[in-house]
């Protein structure tokens, strides 16, 4: 692979992305008129780098974590990270365990891992949009920019939010700047979980690290090239890698767009 490629990834000032972050939460605050942020929180690099941006605006605004582990698949460790990070930064937050709603929806539905794995992401949003309903909260997303473009997120699950404040940056420039803004390194080496069925990991559902991921995706949209140029000439990365990536971006463009509408020509009536 092109360590070049990847340390020009990697070359941001964090110093200003963590600025406008601050300054786009503050600013969408105020104008959709709310009193705060919601969002959840799993004990991950996304969320707990939301987490202690989230910190920055506290003393003004009103900052809900929602911790929602599903206690018989989510780790009894990535739990206890998420409730180290609030006791650490000192936000307001609720504990849920969604695993016997899980269980009472499971009861009425046909069976399908898949399906009930991302149910578990959907619970999950219906919980942040009911404290956003009930409390005047903004929705913060915490996808980052590599699972945002291939799509590894459920729709109207994780997927869901008003606001996605750090889908501007890759994977491994939110380990850079997690790293800037004092996220403890335990939780910016762990792997990378959606924790939707027991043993899940995303760089091993999706069979590519994510250094190839966002070597890919940089090339493929921040630099512009063709399919064949960036794998034959940039990369270093495998065509059967280059085009998965490639697939999962084009695959799931309804995933990051409205829902399609009739286009409905109106005449004189």
């Not at 930064?89 to 399906?115: C, F, M, Q, V, W």
């Not at 590599?146 to 501007?168: C, Q, R, V």
Request: proline share 3%; aromatic share 10%; charged share 25%.
């Amino acid at each position: 692979m092109n360590q070049e490629i990847l340390q020009e990834i990697l070359r941001q000032d964090y110093t200003k992305i963590q600025q406008d972050i601050i300054s786009f939460l503050k600013n969408q605050i105020s104008q959709k008129k709310t009193e705060g942020v919601v969002f959840g929180l799993s004990g991950g690099i996304d969320s707990a780098t939301v987490a202690y941006l989230c910190k920055k605006i506290s003393e003004t605004k009103e900052v809900l974590a929602l911790v929602m582990p599903d206690s018989v698949i989510s780790p009894s460790n990535e739990t206890g990270d998420a409730l180290k990070i609030i006791g650490e930064i000192g936000i307001n937050y609720k504990l849920i365990d969604i695993n016997t709603i899980h269980k009472r929806y499971s009861n009425y539905l046909e069976p399908g891992e898949l399906a009930l794995g991302n149910l578990r992401a959907r619970i999950r949003s219906n919980i942040i949009y009911y404290y956003a309903n009930l409390k005047n909260l903004l929705v913060l997303g915490t996808s980052d920019k590599s699972e945002y473009l291939i799509g590894y997120f459920t729709k109207f699950g994780d997927g869901s939010a008003d606001i996605l404040p750090i889908a501007e940056l890759y994977k491994t420039q939110l380990r850079e700047f997690a790293k800037f803004i004092g996220v403890p390194n335990n939780i910016i080496t762990k792997r990378s979980s959606p924790n939707l069925w027991k043993g899940h990991y995303a760089e091993e559902e999706i069979g590519i690290e994510y250094e190839k991921i966002d070597t890919i995706l940089y090339c493929m949209l921040e630099q512009q090239y063709t399919l064949n140029k960036f794998l034959d000439e940039i990369t270093g990365i495998s065509k059967k890698d280059v085009e998965k990536i490639y697939q999962m971006y084009q695959n799931t463009q309804h995933k990051r767009i409205l829902p399609e509408r009739v286009g409905i020509i109106h005449g004189d009536f």
